[in-house]
């Protein structure tokens, strides 16, 4: 599935178009067979993947239980434990990153953890990392240890550079 045209087409949609297709989703995922056909992949201290959507990114995890439409899971990064439902877990391999646009930022391409400028009141450059989304605004952390929030259309990616052995020095293009 190209998530990138779904994404644009969401844009332009209505509020009532989008909760038409929220009600046609929320049937598929509840789908018994399909539920059943992801639980039957799964075992215990099995090493998974799945989308958080409130840090708008994949997470790794071990596999502590399973249950009817649920499975409770401990994060490898944090250790903490959740349960979540079966369909939030990317047993294929999907990509979850959708393509950056040259437009600006929008909550959509960004992640936690990924690193941003923006400038100041007094126009100087602030860079730092997203710490939390919210609907209009990012929350940044700076190496000072300050925090900032941030409108999205404030904000810029940050692309890091490498110097090979010459003088030549080749910049790395952001992830996709």
Do not use: C
């Amino acid at each position: 599935m190209d998530f990138h045209t779904f994404h644009q087409a969401f844009e332009s949609a209505s509020l009532f178009e989008l909760y038409r297709l929220d009600v046609l989703l929320r049937k598929h995922l509840d789908d018994p067979e399909r539920l059943q056909a992801i639980r039957d992949r799964l075992r215990p201290g099995q090493q998974v993947r799945y989308f958080d959507d409130q840090e708008n990114r994949e997470i790794f995890a071990e596999i502590l239980e399973l249950r009817q439409t649920r499975v409770l899971i401990r994060r490898m990064d944090d250790f903490k434990t959740w349960v979540i439902p079966l369909y939030w877990l990317n047993m294929d391999g999907i990509r979850t990153d959708l393509p950056k646009q040259n437009t600006g930022l929008k909550p959509s391409n960004l992640k936690v953890g990924d690193e941003v400028g923006f400038y100041d009141r007094q126009n100087r450059e602030v860079y730092g990392i997203v710490q939390r989304l919210n609907t209009k605004t990012a929350t940044l952390l700076t190496k000072e240890g300050a925090s900032w929030r941030v409108a999205y259309h404030l904000l810029f990616p940050v692309m890091h550079s490498q110097q090979s052995s010459g003088s030549v020095i080749r910049v790395l293009p952001p992830e996709i």
